[in-house]
């Protein structure tokens, strides 16, 4: 849109589209067409020809003309260009600065503290839409933003995300797996744990938010924001550890490596069934019966050939069936991140 991409308030963009639709008008005529004063019109217009988007007519001066967009707005979006290459190497001049003074800090200035739920939310989506690299995230309850488990506008850039679930979590359903799904889908490489031992958002390597759970209240809620250091760097091996040991989450059979002729419904029984959940549970969070599940885990531990649950997680593990192909492309989705 020419408001958002070239720098023109709606009310201009407004005017222009309209001045192009017709050979020539006059600021009255303009101002009947949008329904706006014509005081604001003539301001507009005068403003549009000191940028070359508008001229006089020859034959009537009061009478406005269109310049040609593909000329005029050519202009316009090389000149933002050149101001976007200046705002990147004065980013990159910037964040040489930033890391010169964070090699200078303190034992005090290695960790900031977050105060309320909402000063949270914020902080996680800035660093979150300013990620490079990766962002590696313990999700456990409560959570402190809505939303989906990632943001897809980073994950377009080429960020990586790695996401470890409690297993808690999937036995409330929240998320549900059909949010799991969507989360693969974008690019996601999800987990599942018994437990994670914190709340926990990794952002490059460069930063952490460690949110606080002595109280869900937005009054009393608090986080850590951990700067570069070796208490970061512990962080990280923390959250590297866990992932090691975490379970891998499969959403369809296509996803599995070295899986037999198995279908999706099969391959989610699976993946949720060695997680930890029970029957009733994977039922409720595929939107299947009981019977179901049930009959589907006994399909699994013939083909598997093997007598019970136990057995089939074993077998599963040696035939590598639980080798995602995500898992050897690291890629991982929180219009604003879960956390």
């Known amino acids: 849109m020419l408001s958002d991409v070239l720098g023109l308030t709606p009310e201009e963009a407004g005017i222009y589209h309209n001045l192009i639709s017709v050979a020539s008008a006059t600021p009255a005529e303009l101002a009947e067409s949008v329904g706006c004063e014509a005081d604001q019109v003539v301001r507009i217009l005068c403003m549009l020809e000191g940028r070359g988007l508008a001229a006089r007519s020859l034959g009537h001066t009061t009478r406005f003309v269109a310049s ?3 000329a005029a707005l050519r202009a316009l979006l090389v000149q933002r260009q050149n101001e ?7 980013l990159d001049s910037l964040d040489e600065i930033y890391r010169a003074a964070t090699l200078g800090r303190g034992v005090a200035e290695v960790v900031d503290v977050i105060h309320g739920t909402e000063a ?9 839409l300013g990620a490079r690299k990766e962002i590696m995230n ?3 309850a409560p959570f402190y933003s809505p939303g989906n488990m990632t943001d897809d506008t980073v994950i377009a850039r080429g960020v990586h995300y790695r996401v470890i679930l409690e297993r808690a979590m999937l036995d409330e359903g929240a998320p549900s797996f059909d949010e799991i799904a969507q989360a693969r889908a974008s690019g996601e490489e999800v987990r599942v744990a018994d437990t994670v031992p914190l709340k926990l958002f990794i952002v490059d390597r460069e930063l952490a938010i460690v949110p ?5 209240s937005a009054a009393k809620a608090g986080a850590l924001l951990v700067h570069e250091s070796s208490l970061l760097d512990a962080l990280i091996a923390l959250f590297e550890s866990e992932w090691e040991k975490a379970t891998q989450f499969a959403t369809s059979a296509g996803a599995l490596q070295n899986a037999p002729a198995i279908d999706d419904l099969d391959a989610q029984i699976l993946s949720l069934s060695l997680t930890g959940l029970t029957d009733q549970a994977i039922a409720t969070q595929l939107r299947t019966s009981l019977r179901t599940v049930q009959r589907r885990t006994r399909h699994l531990m013939d083909v598997a050939k093997v007598h019970n649950r136990m057995q089939l997680g074993f077998q599963a593990a040696r035939l590598g069936w639980l080798e995602t192909q995500q898992d050897g ?3 991982v989705r929180t219009q604003g991140s879960r956390t």
């Open 68 to 70: 040609p967009p593909a």
């Open 84 to 90: 976007l290459k200046l705002a990147e190497i004065e």
């Open 120 to 128: 949270i939310r914020e902080r996680v989506g800035h660093i979150q």
């Open 138 to 140: 313990f999700v456990k």
């Open 212 to 216: 606080l759970l002595g109280s869900a």
């Open 329 to 331: 492309n690291t890629r």
